[in-house]
């Protein structure tokens, strides 16, 4: 192939990876999809190891709705409250764990998030995994304003320069000092042994509306 060629298919992947970065601060989809370039070639943005599927595109509409605050409920109220239920390995975690906070948290870097799961040591890995993307080159491209205060990124909670907090707490573990904007919970239940336990399940439920009812506003959304 000679240069020219070359200068072309450079140019030509250059201008679609900025419409990439483009699209994908407002779609999370599209964000999802940047964070996982495929490695034969990762400056190729037509190929990517994440994989929108019909499951992904909804849960990526109503988080996106959530983040607007335009997610409308049938009886055409506002709805700030959505609970999902998917089956395993259908990638719900992947958006409502790791991409979707670190998504929203680009997009309005100054709003608080409690992530909460079933165990800390669970939290505390999709705190990782945040961090990771946020850091990550290509949300640097999406949001090259965003930054992480120095100190501000434990397993538990990360800060934003702009002051956001995203906490991410175990079922269990306390809400003090952690405000939310949103209030996202993810596999709150670990297995169907606990999920038979009418004992675990009050725990759960007692764990949630005592952190929750004490961290959101009126604005906040709550997503499990």
């Given at each position: 192939?000679?240069?020219?060629?070359?200068q072309?298919?450079?140019?030509l992947?250059?201008?679609?990876?900025?419409?990439?970065?483009?699209?994908?601060?407002?779609?999370?989809a599209?964000?999802?999809?940047?964070c996982?370039?495929?490695?034969?070639?990762?400056?190729?943005?037509?190929?990517?190891?994440?994989?929108v599927?019909?499951?992904?595109?909804?849960?990526?509409?109503?988080?996106?709705?959530?983040?607007?605050?335009?997610?409308?409920?049938?009886?055409?109220?506002?709805?700030?409250?959505?609970?999902?239920?998917?089956?395993?390995?259908?990638?719900?975690?992947?958006?409502?764990?790791?991409k979707g906070?670190?998504?929203?948290?680009?997009?309005?870097?100054?709003?608080?998030?409690?992530?909460?799961?079933?165990?800390?040591?669970?939290?505390?890995?999709?705190?990782?995994d945040?961090?990771?993307?946020?850091?990550?080159?290509a949300?640097?491209?999406v949001?090259?304003n965003?930054?992480?205060?120095?100190?501000?990124?434990?397993?538990?909670?990360?800060?934003?320069e702009?002051?956001?907090?995203?906490?991410f707490?175990?079922?269990?573990?306390s809400?003090?000092?952690?405000?939310?904007?949103?209030?996202?919970?993810?596999?709150?239940?670990?297995n169907?042994e606990?999920?038979?336990?009418e004992?675990y399940?009050?725990r759960?439920?007692?764990w949630?509306?005592?952190?929750a009812?004490?961290?959101?506003?009126?604005?906040?959304?709550?997503?499990?």
């Open positions: 192939m000679n240069s020219y060629d070359d072309k298919r450079f140019l992947k250059a201008a679609r990876r900025l419409q990439a970065i483009e699209a994908a601060k407002d779609s999370l599209e964000y999802a999809r940047l996982h370039p495929h490695p034969e070639d990762p400056d190729d943005v037509t190929l990517s190891l994440y994989e599927t019909p499951q992904a595109r909804l849960l990526c509409e109503i988080i996106e709705k959530l983040d607007k605050r335009t997610l409308i409920h049938p009886s055409g109220r506002p709805c700030l409250r959505v609970a999902v239920s998917v089956g395993p390995q259908m990638g719900k975690s992947e958006l409502i764990s790791r906070p670190a998504f929203k948290s680009g997009r309005n870097p100054r709003a608080n998030m409690i992530l909460g799961s079933y165990n800390q040591d669970m939290a505390n890995g999709f705190g990782d945040v961090r990771s993307a946020v850091i990550s080159g949300h640097r491209q949001f090259p965003y930054g992480l205060r120095k100190g501000g990124a434990a397993k538990d909670m990360l800060i934003t702009e002051g956001g907090k995203l906490a707490v175990g079922v269990g573990g809400g003090t000092g952690k405000p939310a904007d949103d209030f996202f919970v993810d596999d709150p239940i670990k169907d606990e999920a038979a336990s004992v399940r009050n759960v439920w007692n949630f509306t005592k952190v009812n004490t961290r959101i506003h009126k604005r906040s959304s709550i997503l499990i």
